[in-house]
Each structure stands twice: as structure tokens, then as C-alpha cells.
């Protein structure tokens, strides 16, 4: 007999995404108020959960209580700012050329928007179990975008995706809407992964996670027979950049700020500060020796799931290991093996310019300063990173006006960039940036968190010489729906 939380067998894959294909061209035929209406009804659905979620996820999780009701107050929020942006129309690019007879030769009419790709699949991720994974961003941009939704919950957390599961079932009995629209699975083995992104039905894929994991759902993508998108978040060591006259004056003050932005959520945020790049000198001895006071006071904790935290140990254990590598502070050690303890290593940037290995992130509470001998050292340092989802320059207001090679190169590498500020924290609004270049990304050109990650579940779509009746609503003439709109 199997088990509520059994992966999918293969067998069942080919007719789950013929009812999410049936689903979808139910549902693309839908106007964006009845897309709204069903992300504010999950909202109010998730919400409804109540205490009892809460618990299931603080069980599966081993996340605090406050950190999870946070997320799912985050999670409401998207769903019904991405509702609000789906009914405002933006997003659809709407563009239309009028006929001109006059031309050599004539004009035709042409217009162009934005329509949905299809059924979209999603995996869920480990360390955001609301706001990244069954009703998070990637499920409610493709609803926005007019897709039908197919939802690989993650195994750490396979009641919370249940749970959240039946609340989108709800939502979508009470829109009227069909029961396949959002479908919810479950699958540990390679092969039913490969098999959902693989068959013809399924159209993209959302998937925030491991950069292995990422790149094996890209390539399985680009080798089917009409390749698809994948829009996977893989994360970053998201480097910092501190320039000498801003360590001299705020050398504590730095060092306690990153101590907690390294440390928060045992370091399992994407954007977790995993590289500090710093020219020699006493502002960064003073900066060392505060880091260094601070980590030791923080005790390990325990992480997401015992394999994160074995990865963690691993991952450090091979980082320390390395040729120049000097631990410079380790917190304290718990008696829970599923814990990880905070650490700060140091290397000389020669070293760390010769070892790509020490490029790589360690996810969890880990953060390794470089050493420099100077900017300009830091400046080859940042030119030989890969791309990454945030870049931070820390720098009086003079060093920074003085720089701009440095934030020209950071720039370069990263989807947000920020002065004088730490990286973790994703702010859900319309201008936010969560994305950047390979291997943070699949796809620089799109971000997975804000409004604009709506576009990503859509395609540009051009009618030339239609009957206005004929035409869908958002180019119309009269513009029924009132939404911004490109005019020529």
C-alpha cells in the first residue's frame, strides 16, 4: 500500500499533465480579474491555516515560530500583489502599430502582448516552505501569467506542501475554476523529475534550489525535442566588498552587522554573504578580531534537514581543507548532529584567485574574508567571480565616488547591488531584482521575485490585420480593460 507522500508513479506522469494541458486551455481563456480573484483566494485560503500549519511546518522544518508566520504573512503578500499586478496589465507589454496605407508598401496593423506558455512545473525548495514552494512565487506568477500549475513538493517538507496543497484545491473550488488547474505530486527519485520536465505537456520550469540540481533540470530541458525554459535560482556567495576608509571608521560596527547577516536562518538564505573581499590594513584587523568575537558567541542550529546539515559539514569541512585556508572563528558546538555551527575562515587572495573551489558557495552559516593587498587586488578579485544574485560595495561616500571600476565590476556579475548594506533580505515590490548571471541563474533576463516575474510563464504573441472583435480584449481598440498600453 502506499504512503499519502509516495512519489508519483511513472506510469501516472503522461495522464497527470494531459489533465494540466486540458486545464490550461480552460483557464488561458480566463479575463485577469478571474486570475486575481483566485490568487486572493489561495491568500485567504493559506492564511486559514492557521496554527495548525504553522506547527507542521515548524515540525518538518526545524524553523522557528516567528520566522514561519513572517514567511507566510510574505507569502499572502505575494499572492495578492501579484494578483493586483495581474488585473493592472503591465505585465502583458501590450504594443500596437496602426495600419498606414500611405507607406511603400502599405502598413499593416500589428499588435503584440504577452500570452501563457502552458503548463508550468515547479519545484518546491527546501529553505522557504511557503514563499518559495507550493503557493509561493514561481505557482502564483504562472497562475498570474494564465499557466496551469504542477507542483513537485519538496521532501523536507512534504506535509506543509499537502497542506498548502489543499488550500489551493479550495481556492480553486470556490473560484469555480477546474480541479487540474493546480496539481500537486510528490517524487524523490531522479527519474519522475526527469520525466515531468521531459514530457511534451510541460511547457517551463520554476525551480529555486542547488546548483547541481538546477543545472541537471536545464539540461534535461534543452535536450528534449522542442526545448523549453528553465527559470532556476541556484543560488550565490553573494561577495562584500569593503573598501579601507569605511573600515577604519566603522570597523565594529561592520563586523557585528555581518556576524548577524551571515548567521541568519543558519545562513540557508540564498543571499547569505558567503565572500568578504578586504584590502590589508588595521581597519580590517580591528573588523577580524569583532567578527571574530561575535561568531563565537553564536551557537550552531539546527538546520532544515539532516542531509543540509551534512552537506553544510561537508562543504566546510572541504573549504577549511584547502591550501591557505586559516579558520579564524568556530561558535559553539552543539550536541545535535543536525546543527551548524557558524564559521569564519580567512585566505590570502592569491590563494583564493588560484582555487576556484573556494569560489564556490557553502550553504549554511559560513563565511570566508579574503585577504587583499590592496583595492586593486579586490577589484581582480571580483573581475574572476561568476555571477551571482547580489553584489555589496561598503564604502564612505568619497571611497565610493572614487570607485567606480569596482562597482562597474560587481555590477557586472550580479543581479542587485547594494552600498552599505547586507544582501540578505529580499524586498517583494516591482523594482526588486532576484536573479543574475549564470550560475546564479539559468536566465539573468528574469527575476523570481517581484511582479515582473510574471513575464517569465509568458510569450510575445502578434496578431497583424484581425477584426478588432476578434482580438483578444488587451488590444482592442477601445482598451476595455484600461491597461497601459504602447500606441503607434
Given at each position: 500500500?502506499?504512503?499519502p ?34 490568487l486572493r483566494?489561495m491568500?485567504?485560503?493559506?492564511e ?19 520566522r514561519?508566520?513572517g ?7 505575494q499572492?495578492?500583489s501579484?494578483a ?8 502583458l ?6 495600419a ?19 503548463p ?9 516552505p511557503?514563499?518559495y ?18 507542483v ?5 517538507h ?9 488550500a489551493?484545491?479550495?481556492?480553486l ?8 488547474l493546480?496539481?500537486?505530486v510528490?517524487?524523490?527519485a ?21 546548483q ?9 530541458a ?18 562584500v ?77 572541504k573549504?577549511?581543507s ?7 572563528a ?13 564559521t ?26 579574503v ?7 579586490m ?21 565610493l ?32 531584482q532576484h ?17 515582473d ?36
Amino acid at each position: 500500500m502506499r504512503t499519502p507522500y509516495a512519489d508519483i508513479a511513472l506510469e501516472d506522469v503522461d495522464a497527470l499533465l494531459q489533465r494540466s494541458m486540458k486545464a490550461f486551455h480552460t483557464y488561458a481563456r480566463q479575463p485577469l480579474t478571474t486570475r486575481a480573484q483566485l490568487l486572493r483566494a489561495m491568500a485567504v485560503a493559506l492564511e486559514a491555516g492557521g496554527d495548525a500549519l504553522i506547527r507542521t511546518a515548524m515540525r518538518e522544518t526545524n524553523l522557528p515560530e516567528a520566522r514561519l508566520r513572517g514567511e507566510r504573512s510574505r507569502t499572502v503578500f505575494q499572492l495578492n500583489s501579484y494578483a493586483e499586478a495581474c488585473e493592472q496589465g503591465e505585465w502583458l507589454e501590450v504594443r500596437i502599430d496602426h495600419a498606414n496605407a500611405a507607406k511603400t508598401p502599405p502598413k499593416p496593423d500589428i499588435r503584440k502582448m504577452l500570452v501563457p506558455l502552458g503548463p508550468v512545473l515547479v519545484y518546491g525548495a527546501s529553505n522557504f516552505p511557503f514563499a518559495y514552494s507550493t503557493a509561493g512565487g514561481d505557482t502564483a506568477c504562472a497562475l498570474a501569467a494564465g499557466c496551469s500549475v504542477v507542483v513537485k513538493a519538496h521532501p523536507a517538507h512534504p506535509e506543509t506542501s499537502e497542506t498548502v496543497a489543499a488550500a489551493i484545491g479550495q481556492a480553486l473550488a470556490e473560484c469555480g475554476l477546474p480541479a487540474d488547474l493546480f496539481l500537486h505530486v510528490h517524487g524523490k527519485a531522479p527519474e519522475i523529475g526527469k520525466a515531468l520536465v521531459t514530457h511534451p505537456c510541460t511547457k517551463a520550469v520554476g525551480f529555486t534550489g542547488s546548483q547541481l540540481a538546477g543545472r541537471t533540470l536545464f539540461d534535461w530541458a534543452c535536450a528534449r525535442p522542442e526545448p523549453i525554459p528553465v527559470f532556476a535560482e541556484m543560488g550565490s556567495v553573494n561577495p562584500v566588498f569593503l573598501l579601507p576608509q569605511k573600515l577604519e571608521a566603522d570597523a565594529t560596527a561592520l563586523a557585528e552587522m555581518y556576524a548577524g547577516s551571515i548567521t541568519l536562518g543558519v545562513g540557508q538564505f540564498c543571499t547569505n554573504p558567503g565572500l568578504l573581499f578586504a584590502p590589508e590594513g588595521q581597519g580590517l584587523e580591528t573588523f577580524l578580531a569583532a567578527l571574530t568575537h561575535a561568531i563565537q558567541q553564536m551557537p550552531g542550529q539546527r538546520m532544515l534537514h539532516p542531509s543540509i546539515a551534512d552537506s553544510y559539514a561537508a562543504h566546510r569541512s572541504k573549504a577549511l581543507s584547502q591550501s591557505g585556508v586559516l579558520s579564524l572563528a568556530i561558535g559553539i558546538e552543539g550536541s545535535d548532529p543536525g546543527s551548524g555551527v557558524p564559521t569564519i575562515a580567512s585566505v590570502e587572495a592569491r590563494h583564493f584567485l588560484e582555487n576556484p573551489l573556494l569560489h564556490q558557495e557553502v550553504f549554511g552559516p559560513f563565511s570566508l574574508v579574503v585577504r587583499c593587498r590592496d583595492v586593486q587586488e579586490m577589484l581582480e578579485a571580483c573581475r574572476r567571480l561568476e555571477g551571482q544574485l547580489t553584489a555589496t560595495v561598503m564604502g564612505t561616500e568619497e571611497e565610493l565616488a572614487q570607485s567606480q571600476e569596482l562597482l562597474e565590476a560587481a555590477a557586472a556579475i550580479a543581479g542587485r547591488i547594494i552600498l552599505n548594506g547586507v544582501p540578505t533580505g529580499v524586498e517583494v515590490c516591482q523594482a526588486m531584482q532576484h536573479g543574475g548571471p549564470y550560475p546564479a541563474c539559468t536566465d539573468s533576463r528574469f527575476t523570481s521575485v517581484g511582479a515582473d516575474g510574471i513575464k517569465r510563464f509568458a510569450r510575445p504573441q502578434a496578431y497583424q490585420n484581425w477584426p478588432d472583435a476578434l482580438l483578444p480584449a488587451a488590444l482592442r481598440e477601445a482598451n476595455p480593460l484600461k491597461i497601459p498600453r504602447t500606441v503607434a
